[in-house]
Each structure stands twice: as structure tokens, then as C-alpha cells.
């Protein structure tokens, strides 16, 4: 199998650009025209900036709540509280590590919420799309109907893997491809069937993004991946199909327990 990756090079996007307006300039200055059973990744980052989830850190006003979690974790109170407003669920702060909080949202597991403090003005934060699957769905829909082809759109942002250095890419949202690769019922090289293998195709794939996309001032919020043989599709997927529940993930089910243990 081979399978090509570009990062889309673009100007410095604002929060009146359009982003599929940017997206097929971009690409045609590097000579390259969408195509069927294309991949296309966007960074959160600038759907949030387009979708005006830019915040004022001078016009936050944090509860009680949030003032007495925010001395509990050593986090400002304003921070504090767009946490709380955009996660279900904090598990905790990491021990020697200020700063930061592992939290849910929409079902998956991230620092902060998501929220970002990079790549944003100074004296402002940056919220996550407010629902990914939407953004994904809206941006795919008028790369069609503006160059007639029927491609996949991931929405990425970087996270991280337990125990590892670095951070991968993780899809926060998906539209036009299956999320999950299932090798349940298949067999391996010795002909053991395989009962719990699967691979997350957006999560891969959002990875192999990143590679390109990069951390800082690249001024690459898009990567076009080509040659993939995903599973694309017409159909709604909603975001539980890609994500495993905590009591029946390794990592989250352990330290999901142990935080209760502490609680305690």
C-alpha cells in the first residue's frame, strides 16, 4: 500500500476567513485539485477561530465553583471555570504538574477540556469546536458542492498517550469515513482468530496530520491524505462509534478507580 501526505500551507487565518475558501486556494498554489477518497484534516484550532470560540480572559467571571476548584488544582479561576463549562467530567491533576487537568469531553479524554492557550492572542483562550461532528459534517458538505468530489474531513488535535513523550493527533471529529477498522473474527498469522483488534482509522490518520501540521508557527492547519483505503461514507456517524466507554478501557477504568480510592 502507498498512501501520500500534504501539509497545506497557508496565509494566517482569521475569524472571517472562510476555511474551504482557504483550503482550495491554498491548494491550488501548490499546483494540487481535491480528488475522490480524499482525506482532508483540519487543525481544531482554526475551526474554533472561525467559529468565534475565542475568549476574553478579562470578561470571564468564575463562580464559587470554580474559585474553590481552582485553589484546590493551583489554576487561575477564570481558566478554571471555561473548564468546567466545556468538560463533562474532571478526573484530576496530574502529580508535579501545574497547570494542568485531565478531563472528558464529549466522551474523550483530554488536558484542560481541550481549551487552548497557544496559537491565540495574547490575553485570550481558545475554546474546542463547540461540537466537531458538526464542523466536520458542514466543511465536507461544501467541499462537495464546491468541486463536486466526495472526500473525508477529520478535525484533529494533539493529545496524548499514557506513559508516552510527545503527543499524537487525536480526531475530535469525523464526517465521510468509518472511524473504526474492526479485525474481530479474523486471523492472525498462525491462524489464531482475533477477538478485541481494531484500529482507529481517524485517530490513525489525524496522527499521520500531525507529522506535517506541526506544534507552532508552521501555518499549516491542513494536510490532504491520499490513498488511504478507508472505509468512506454517506452516512451520519455519530462520535460513541469511535469512542470506547471508561469502564471498559485499560487506562481510564484503572484510574477512574483509583481516583475514587483517593476520594475516599
Do not use: W
Request: aromatic content about 4%; glycine content about 6%.
Amino acid at each position: 500500500m502507498k498512501f501520500e501526505v500534504f501539509g497545506i500551507h497557508t496565509p494566517l487565518i482569521t475569524e472571517n476567513d472562510n476555511l474551504v475558501d482557504v483550503l482550495l486556494t491554498s491548494l491550488q498554489d501548490m499546483g494540487l485539485t481535491i480528488e475522490d477518497n480524499d482525506i482532508v484534516v483540519v487543525a481544531s484550532s482554526v475551526v474554533s477561530l472561525v467559529e468565534k470560540r475565542k475568549v476574553k480572559v478579562s470578561e470571564i467571571k468564575p463562580s464559587q465553583e470554580a474559585i474553590e476548584l481552582g485553589e484546590k488544582y493551583k489554576i487561575d479561576p477564570k481558566f478554571m471555570q471555561l473548564i468546567i463549562d466545556e468538560s463533562s467530567e474532571i478526573i484530576g491533576k496530574p502529580k508535579g504538574l501545574k497547570g494542568f487537568l485531565l478531563t472528558i469531553r464529549k466522551g474523550i479524554p483530554c488536558v484542560n477540556a481541550c481549551i487552548d492557550m497557544s496559537n491565540v492572542p495574547q490575553g485570550y483562550y481558545l475554546l474546542p469546536p463547540k461540537d466537531p461532528m458538526i464542523s466536520a459534517k458542514r466543511i465536507r458538505e461544501e467541499i462537495k458542492k464546491r468541486t463536486g468530489k466526495k472526500v473525508a474531513v477529520i478535525i484533529a488535535d494533539s493529545g496524548i498517550l499514557p506513559s508516552k513523550k510527545g503527543t499524537v493527533g487525536v480526531a475530535l471529529g469525523f464526517s465521510g469515513i468509518k472511524p473504526v477498522r474492526n479485525y474481530v473474527g479474523k486471523k492472525d498469522l498462525y491462524g489464531r482468530v482475533l477477538k478485541v483488534s481494531r484500529q482507529s482509522m481517524v485517530d490513525l490518520l489525524a496522527s499521520v496530520a500531525e507529522i506535517v501540521m506541526g506544534e507552532a508557527d508552521e501555518r499549516i492547519p491542513f494536510a490532504l491524505i491520499r490513498g488511504v483505503p478507508a472505509e468512506f461514507t454517506d452516512e451520519d456517524i455519530s462520535l460513541e462509534e469511535s469512542i470506547m466507554p471508561p469502564n471498559e478501557c485499560m487506562f481510564m477504568s484503572i484510574m477512574l478507580s483509583k481516583v475514587k480510592e483517593e476520594e475516599q
